[in-house]
């Protein structure tokens, strides 16, 4: 009965009257079910129900807007990992280089050290050579 009445009730309040001969229940008579209280408490009930529709409806509009939150963070999500990747990536790259390179110098550096004592030599042959040319001159003059 109470079904039937919140329905009427609704119908009422959109514009339709309360003994159109649907339910067959005439609130404007004497011999009416319900007293003025229980009437109270229904359309408190009512004013509840809309209540919690709309707390429900705002609920779902916040759970479709976190929903585009998520799909908006997920795109962020997979930049960054494009990003990190190309980073790990240079860094991987940079690794390698560093490698090659210490490895170009240990080689440089091997080759100055050979330099040096070849440099030394190269000297004293010079120095050599220069000296038994004196001694040569030196040598056909005193003839």
Do not use: W
Request: aromatic fraction near 4%; include cysteine; proline fraction near 1%.
């Amino acid at each position: 009965m109470q079904r039937k009445y919140l329905a009427e009730v609704q119908a009422q309040k959109s514009g339709g009257t309360p003994a159109d001969g649907k339910f067959g229940i005439d609130l404007n008579t004497e011999g009416g079910f319900f007293n003025t209280q229980q009437l109270a408490v229904v359309d408190d009930l009512t004013e509840a129900v809309h209540s919690r529709d709309q707390e429900i409806s705002s609920i779902a509009q916040s759970i479709e807007e976190l929903g585009a939150i998520f799909k908006e963070l997920a795109v962020l999500v997979i930049d960054q990992g494009t990003i990190l990747d190309r980073i790990d990536y240079n860094m991987e790259a940079v690794v390698e280089h560093t490698k090659t390179g210490i490895q170009q110098l240990e080689k440089a550096e091997k080759h100055q050290k050979n330099a040096r004592p070849m440099k030394c030599i190269f000297s004293l042959l010079t120095l050599i050579g220069v000296l038994l040319i004196i001694l040569a001159i030196k040598h056909r003059r005193s003839r």
